[in-house]
Nanobody
Framework: QVQLVESGGGLVQAVGSLRLSCVAS????????MGWFRQAPGKEREFVAA????????YYADSVKGRFTISRDNTKNTVYLQMNSLKPEDTAVYYC??????????????????WGQGTQVTVSS
């Protein structure tokens, strides 16, 4: 059983920054790609960013490209999401998730098998 635990969310003013962390249990973390998703009230869960197993490839949603950076530290079983220049529309619950694939469908919720419980990010204007 894999457990993913996010942290780092909170309340921040617009143009501020936050760094989210997601720690995974188990010994196979470095074998999987990881992704970040978010879900705002009344909206569907949407893709934010993904990183391949060794950190050599990343992919971002257009809405966060240039502002957010995903990274990972396989020695710590941790994936990060550095969020800069935050906007009120970034307000959502942010989830990390694990996937065994890497390709054009990396944005699909259905491609991920384990999810964290989420961490709330609120950006005030």
């Amino acid at each position: 059983q894999v457990q993913l635990v996010e942290s780092g969310g909170g309340l921040v003013q617009a143009v501020g920054s936050l760094r989210l962390s997601c720690v995974a249990s188990g010994r196979t973390f470095s074998s999987y790609a990881m992704g970040w998703f978010r879900q705002a009230p009344g909206k569907e869960r949407e893709f934010v960013a993904a990183i391949n197993w060794n950190g050599g490839s990343t992919y971002y949603a257009d809405s966060v490209k240039g502002r957010f950076t995903i990274s990972r530290d396989n020695t710590k079983n941790t994936v990060y999401l550095q969020m800069n220049s935050l906007k009120p529309e970034d307000t959502a619950v942010y989830y990390c998730a694990r996937t065994s694939m890497w390709g054009p469908n990396i944005v699909a919720v259905s491609e991920y098998d384990y999810w964290g419980q989420g961490t709330q990010v609120t950006v005030s204007s």
